[in-house]
């Protein structure tokens, strides 16, 4: 009992040092933004007071916070230090909520301010910048949190059950992972809509509405259509949604408009859609799948064994 005290004892050190080490590192980065954007672009009132909060959100409470843990960290005082910064970790989901719109308004600020272009280029050169620029360094509390929650897990894990400080660990743990959740949550969101938007700028025309609130992609790619009637074989694009799955063909590579586009030939609602593996089943080349509709029946068919597999599973997964 005393040798693996020992050993956790060993590991925890090495873990909280570790943290010190690299919150000293995260907090000069975050004084980058804080010294040489907000507390100056404040003082000069380049940019509104509405504008700076959409830039920067709460940036500032974040590098407060992260001193104050700093600080406590450097004196020894772990349990103490991870306890009141806990009630802070919510100012990293309400960031992360903040995120997409900050970049959208600094891409604008740029383009309408002359005055905020030249400020941002002037402090990007300074040499404490090392060629980082702006857009670089705004993401970092969410690389930040990803680390905080690797860092809590080891402390706990190396922490002995029986002691006192064990059961905040547990709950500082269960916070962080839970402040994770939502903002993976968040990127996820922002991911999907952005695959969504992809798709609908490559279809021709706005006939076939695929930005739809609670639509999720899932995935995309060339399959060949096998008619009822011995016709030749047909290739198509399809995407497949959580609800619905689009066939479409390519425009004509020389129209003027939408040579890189593709027109949609039909959409399947996957609510009644029943798929199986016709053949593909055994380490053949490729296979064929049926999809079922109540007034269609679709056979569709790769060469590649992986390929036919992959779309089975995903449409199954996406039936279901």
Not at 10 to 32: F, G, I, N, V, W
Not at 40 to 68: D, H, N, R
Request: net charge positive.
């Amino acid at each position: 009992v005393e040798e693996q005290r020992a050993r956790w004892e060993r590991k925890r050190s090495r873990t909280a040092k570790e943290l010190l080490e690299t919150e000293h590192k995260y907090l000069e980065q975050l004084d980058l933004v804080v010294t040489f954007f907000v507390t100056i672009l404040k003082a000069k009132g380049t940019l509104k007071p509405a504008v700076m909060e959409t830039i920067f959100g709460p940036l500032e409470s974040i590098y407060s916070a992260s001193q104050v843990l700093s600080l406590h960290l450097e004196r020894g005082n772990l349990g103490l230090g991870l306890e009141n910064f806990c009630q802070k970790l919510e100012l990293y989901g309400h960031y992360a909520e903040n995120l997409e719109q900050a970049n959208k308004t600094l891409k604008e600020q740029l383009r309408k301010k002359k005055s905020f272009r030249r400020f941002k280029k002037l402090q990007e050169t300074r040499p404490q910048f090392q060629g980082k620029k702006l857009e670089d360094l705004l993401p970092l509390p969410l690389q930040r949190l990803h680390q905080y929650k690797h860092f809590l897990r080891d402390l706990l894990e190396n922490t002995s059950p029986d002691s006192a400080e064990y059961q905040k660990l547990a709950k500082i743990v269960k916070s962080a992972s839970e402040v994770s959740r939502w903002v993976q949550d968040i990127v996820r969101k922002r991911e999907n809509s952005l695959q969504l938007l992809r798709v609908q700028k490559l279809l021709k025309g706005q006939k076939t509405r695929v930005l739809t609130p609670g639509r999720w992609y899932i995935r995309e790619g060339w399959l060949l259509v096998v008619p009822s009637k011995g016709e030749e074989l047909k290739r198509r694009m399809f995407f497949l949604f959580s609800d619905i799955f689009v066939a479409t063909k390519p425009c004509h590579p020389l129209h003027l408009l939408n040579s890189n586009k593709f027109a949609c030939t039909a959409v399947y609602p996957l609510h009644q859609c029943v798929v199986d593996k016709v053949f593909g089943h055994t380490q053949s080349q490729g296979g064929l799948l049926s999809l079922a509709f109540p007034h269609k029946t679709l056979l569709l068919m790769s060469s590649d064994q992986q390929d036919i597999n992959d779309w089975y599973r995903s449409l199954t997964a996406a039936v279901r």
